[in-house]
């Protein structure tokens, strides 16, 4: 007889590969249920076994826009956000050889009835040497075109050996049901191991199995942070939660205003305490295995590097939250507070505030300097530096500058407050003042990165490449200024009468967009774009560190039984 409180037990998600070491690799696996013990079987007959740490994730939740079940987000099952249960398991894999791959499985077990994986196959860190073929992607948000293009990168392309993804993985990273089952079909994990059931165009897309035989590499974008759920305003939904997200040094003031007063910041509780009071990322935290910590006292800093056959990736923490781009009286967006919220600052938005310092004299971009001046960083053949907030892009999200938002009271004849907007100072964009040019002088062959939903590329004078590749699912647009035959798309929505001026078109930079090398897309006028901003047609790319090549190809999803188009492709080291 099954007993009541452990039904017949399956996995949520297959085993997928993290961290992997020169002998070693963690293999990670999701259900919703305790169970009793956890175990990855491995080697040519399975014949060696590995016991797995298991633990629940501490904030996964369902709310009323979930699609799970029965329910459509309509609030149907889950009219609040409620609690839900699901249970990491992970297993380190050691003694295992470079570029030798072995299969494996994994078993759950729950009150002597135990589930099994199917059986796929790992192997540890690339050695030198190794050439490699790594996917580079973002944004996928359950978007409508990742499934295809997931499944269409993998028929063109065959075995890959890792995945680089600038950030931006689901849309709400509380919401269980977004990385797991969300029954659109196009949940994170279904839809990168080829269990998805994603329709477009009339046609149902599964994606790609590519987890459970390769690790993933990832940077954390907007849509990795919630924002608070205690404090002076409790919000309704998740949507709301991960929409307000305050700077710290603000959460703090509020907090004595409110007469709430923090643990001191040495008690452990301290953390938890500020983050929920102002933004975290715990659940992607939980969720993936981040490789070493930089920091021992602080735990998942954001930003790390590792060593992948002759490459050097180095991926920061460079992101900040998402606010409309609207300064209507209404809208608490990235340039004004709303009028109805002047005079009640625990309800403002603080402008587009960043989440992690990089500027200079911060943690973060000391850490950087010393990275670079590393021997593996130095001896890398080529060097890759990955974070999600875009440094050069045609697209929307570039305006305003990546800085701190610089608040302009503004005040009556009696001193009351009329508005409350926000500047962001051009020259003082932390990403092009500072980070870049150290990139530059370190000898860094590509910036990778996302956050606008499209492809584009640029070279800066010195020959440094910067690739935006995040067009795999629904386009924000490109604002391009054309040529002397191409017309202008429309200009960027950007404010007016403001001390900063925003800019409509092209990168506010001045650098000039790369034509496609290969096959560009054209424009009525059959002039070639330097860009893909499409609702139809996505993209995929893949670096080749074997010859340093990094190549784009796009499909048509309207066009089902197409085949996808090489369309550009450079090589790290050469100046175009």
Not at 42 to 71: F, H, N, V
Not at 319 to 337: D, H, K, L
Not at 353 to 377: C, M, R
């Amino acid at each position: 007889m099954i007993p009541i409180d452990c039904p017949p037990p399956q996995l949520l998600t297959d085993p997928f590969l993290q961290n992997p070491q020169p002998e070693s690799v963690a293999v990670v696996w999701f259900t919703e249920f305790a169970g009793e013990q956890h175990w990855v079987r491995y080697g040519p007959q399975l014949e060696q076994r590995a016991i797995a740490a298991s633990q629940p994730l501490s904030r996964s939740q369902e709310d009323a826009r979930s699609w799970l079940g029965s329910q459509a987000g309509d609030g149907s099952l889950y009219p609040q956000p409620q609690p839900r249960s699901i249970w990491r398991h992970e297993a380190l894999v050691s003694g295992l050889v470079p570029g030798v791959r072995v299969p494996y499985a994994v078993s759950s077990q729950c009150q002597s009835q135990t589930v099994t994986s199917d059986r796929f196959s790992l192997a540890p860190l690339p050695p030198p040497g190794q050439p490699l073929k790594l996917l580079l992607t973002s944004d996928h948000q359950l978007k409508p075109m990742v499934a295809a293009n997931l499944q269409k990168m993998a028929a063109t392309v065959g075995t890959i050996d890792g995945i680089l993804m600038a950030g931006d993985l689901v849309n709400v990273p509380d919401r269980a049901s977004e990385w797991f089952d969300d029954s659109r079909g196009g949940a994170f994990f279904p839809a990168l191991q080829g269990r998805a059931q994603s329709e477009l165009g009339g046609v149902t897309y599964g994606g790609a199995p590519l987890l459970q035989s390769v690790p993933l590499f990832p940077a954390l974008g907007n849509h990795e942070v919630m924002g608070r759920t205690l404090g002076p305003i409790a919000q309704p939904s998740l949507n709301e939660q991960f929409a307000d997200a305050i700077p710290r040094s603000v959460a703090l003031d509020l907090a004595q205003a409110a007469g709430d007063r923090p643990p001191p910041p040495t008690d452990p509780h301290y953390p938890d305490w500020l983050a929920d009071r102002s933004f975290n990322w715990q659940t992607v935290g939980e969720i993936l295995t981040w490789p070493a910590n930089p920091h021992p006292d602080r735990p998942h800093p954001g930003y790390y590097a590792v060593s992948l056959g002759n490459l050097r990736l180095v991926v920061l923490y460079a992101t900040t939250i998402w606010r409309p781009w609207n300064w209507a009286s209404e809208v608490r967006g990235r340039y004004r507070e709303k009028t109805e919220d002047l005079e009640h600052p625990e309800r403002w938005g603080y402008g587009q505030h960043i989440f992690e310092p990089i500027g200079p004299g911060s943690t973060q971009y000391h850490w950087l300097q010393q990275e670079l001046a590393s021997p593996a960083f130095q001896n890398a053949a080529y060097r890759v530096v990955m974070f999600h907030h875009p440094v050069h892009t045609l697209g929307d999200n570039v305006v305003p500058a990546y800085t701190d938002p610089v608040p302009v009271l503004e005040r009556d004849s009696r001193g009351n407050l009329t508005a409350v907007r926000y500047e962001y100072p051009l020259g003082q964009d932390y990403l092009n003042r500072d980070i870049a040019p150290l990139l530059e002088t370190a000898g860094v062959d590509l910036v990778l990165y996302g956050h606008s939903h499209l492809w584009n590329r640029f070279v800066s004078a010195q020959g440094l490449h910067f690739l935006e590749t995040s067009n795999v699912g629904n386009s924000y647009g490109a604002f391009w200024a054309g040529t002397g035959t191409t017309p202008p798309t429309p200009p960027r929505p950007v404010p007016e009468n403001f001390q900063e001026t925003y800019g409509t078109y092209g990168d506010p930079w001045g650098l000039e967009p790369i034509v496609p090398s290969i096959s560009p897309l054209r424009d009525a006028q059959g002039q070639p774009l330097p860009y893909i901003a499409s609702n139809e047609i996505t993209v995929f790319t893949i670096l080749d560190t074997g010859e340093g090549a990094v190549s784009s190809y796009y499909f048509d999803t309207s066009q089902p039984y197409s085949e996808a188009v090489l369309f550009d492709q450079f090589y790290l080291g050469h100046l175009d």
